[in-house]
């Protein structure tokens, strides 16, 4: 994890300051498993491999035994690039300045550097690159913790948060959970009040609207969502299972409860994301008809054609295991087209819109839980 895997999909807008951009995370390209890691040799961005994993890649110690300490790899990555965006210059942790890749990668030609014959890494004094690596294993081996810098304005909250992620010890560096219960990030979440959760009569429906619902801009309605889904998810999983889903609605009859859930459970792994559940109560009819036709059609002209229609064959293969043919095609029919045409954008916004009716809908109360 690194700055430059985070792309803004849209601008900031000074005007709406509340409305937070759709932020995603990309390459994917050094993902491994955790069996992958117990055997796989060390890799990533140098900048942002955690003091433990320095230190394996010099051979000076081995794989985790407790798996979850290769999540503190991660959580030492969100210190660096938190180190970054709080200061004034971009510097790195423990540095004080700004390296870019670049700068490690670019040994030059004259550079006598390398791994010697014993194993161990032998520098180069003039070479800019060697340098700096030398400097980084300095910092991964020495014992000292992080001294924030006046460079970090951010308060005194925020340096707190800085110094745990940054702990070079990580036996007593935060776990994920543990970092949303520092003060600079830990919060009591507020009620949105009553909300209706709906499952549309369709998974195809359903699995085109969670589409929608991440191209959504974070307003003050997903707001709403967020605040609902940060109380059904007290234990910052960042999931809600079936039967934390099922206790919010003990007074609404169990059949309904399940349906919502089952049809809200796109990727059917027993359990909602954020995107999953905010697609449930998110009030559709609060969007504007020519918006949601506008995401519908962007969507459309992805899958199918620049006029915004899409065959079937197009549409399953963009819902690849999530809605069988068999379900697109009874789709088609519900929408009175034949499956042997296309389906058009406009179509399927009119259906989206109409079918409030025929949607399966539970409220909650908004009371915690």
Not at 158 to 185: C, N, Q
């Given at each position: 994890l690194k700055p430059d895997n985070f792309l803004c999909i849209e601008g900031f807008e000074p005007a709406n300051p509340e409305t937070v951009p759709r932020v995603v995370v990309t390459d994917y390209g050094l993902l491994r498993t955790l069996e992958q890691m117990e055997t796989h040799t060390v890799c990533g961005d140098p900048r942002y491999l955690s003091p433990e994993r320095w230190i394996q890649q010099l051979g000076g110690g081995d794989a985790p035994q407790d798996r979850l300490r290769y999540q503190k790899d991660d959580v030492w990555a969100m210190g660096v690039t938190l180190h970054e965006l709080l200061s004034s210059d971009g510097s790195l942790p423990f540095l004080g300045r700004h390296v870019s890749l670049q700068d490690f990668m670019s040994h030059t030609e004259e550079c006598e550097g390398g791994m010697t014959k014993s194993g161990e890494?032998?520098?180069?004094?003039?070479?800019?690159?060697?340098?700096?690596?030398?400097?980084?294993?300095?910092v991964a081996r020495r014992h000292d913790d992080l001294e924030v810098s006046d460079k970090i304005t951010a308060g005194p909250e925020a340096t707190e948060l800085l110094k745990a992620l940054l702990r070079k010890d990580s036996s007593i560096r935060p776990h994920s959970k543990g970092v949303f219960e520092l003060p600079w990030l830990a919060s009591t979440p507020k009620s949105p009040g009553q909300l209706e959760f709906a499952a549309q009569p369709d998974a195809a429906c359903q699995v085109l609207l969670n589409v929608v619902m991440w191209r959504l801009c974070h307003d003050a309605e997903v707001k709403k969502c967020y605040d609902?889904?940060?109380?059904?998810?007290?234990?910052?999983?960042?999931?809600?299972?079936?039967?934390?889903?099922?206790?919010?609605?003990?007074?609404?009859?169990?059949?309904?409860?399940?349906?919502?859930?089952?049809?809200?459970?796109?990727?059917?792994?027993?359990?909602?994301?954020?995107?999953?559940?905010?697609?449930?109560?998110?009030?559709?009819?609060?969007?504007?008809v020519e918006t949601l036709g506008k995401h519908i059609h962007e969507l459309f002209v992805d899958i199918g054609n620049d006029k915004g229609h899409a065959y079937l064959k197009q549409l399953s293969s963009f819902f690849g295991e999530a809605v069988p043919e068999s379900g697109l095609q009874t789709l088609f029919r519900r929408m009175e087209v034949d499956p042997n045409s296309f389906l058009k954008d406009t179509t399927v916004r009119d259906f989206i819109v109409s079918s409030k009716s025929t949607r399966t809908v539970i409220t909650w109360d908004g009371s915690s839980f």
């Amino acid at each position: 994890l690194k700055p430059d895997n985070f792309l803004c999909i849209e601008g900031f807008e000074p005007a709406n300051p509340e409305t937070v951009p759709r932020v995603v995370v990309t390459d994917y390209g050094l993902l491994r498993t955790l069996e992958q890691m117990e055997t796989h040799t060390v890799c990533g961005d140098p900048r942002y491999l955690s003091p433990e994993r320095w230190i394996q890649q010099l051979g000076g110690g081995d794989a985790p035994q407790d798996r979850l300490r290769y999540q503190k790899d991660d959580v030492w990555a969100m210190g660096v690039t938190l180190h970054e965006l709080l200061s004034s210059d971009g510097s790195l942790p423990f540095l004080g300045r700004h390296v870019s890749l670049q700068d490690f990668m670019s040994h030059t030609e004259e550079c006598e550097g390398g791994m010697t014959k014993s194993g161990e890494l032998a520098y180069d004094p003039r070479c800019p690159a060697c340098q700096i690596t030398e400097e980084m294993e300095k910092v991964a081996r020495r014992h000292d913790d992080l001294e924030v810098s006046d460079k970090i304005t951010a308060g005194p909250e925020a340096t707190e948060l800085l110094k745990a992620l940054l702990r070079k010890d990580s036996s007593i560096r935060p776990h994920s959970k543990g970092v949303f219960e520092l003060p600079w990030l830990a919060s009591t979440p507020k009620s949105p009040g009553q909300l209706e959760f709906a499952a549309q009569p369709d998974a195809a429906c359903q699995v085109l609207l969670n589409v929608v619902m991440w191209r959504l801009c974070h307003d003050a309605e997903v707001k709403k969502c967020y605040d609902a889904f940060c109380l059904f998810d007290k234990g910052h999983s960042g999931r809600v299972t079936r039967q934390r889903f099922k206790e919010a609605f003990a007074n609404e009859s169990g059949d309904s409860v399940e349906r919502v859930f089952d049809m809200g459970d796109v990727d059917g792994n027993e359990s909602l994301d954020f995107n999953e559940f905010a697609t449930l109560c998110f009030n559709w009819s609060a969007m504007e008809v020519e918006t949601l036709g506008k995401h519908i059609h962007e969507l459309f002209v992805d899958i199918g054609n620049d006029k915004g229609h899409a065959y079937l064959k197009q549409l399953s293969s963009f819902f690849g295991e999530a809605v069988p043919e068999s379900g697109l095609q009874t789709l088609f029919r519900r929408m009175e087209v034949d499956p042997n045409s296309f389906l058009k954008d406009t179509t399927v916004r009119d259906f989206i819109v109409s079918s409030k009716s025929t949607r399966t809908v539970i409220t909650w109360d908004g009371s915690s839980f």
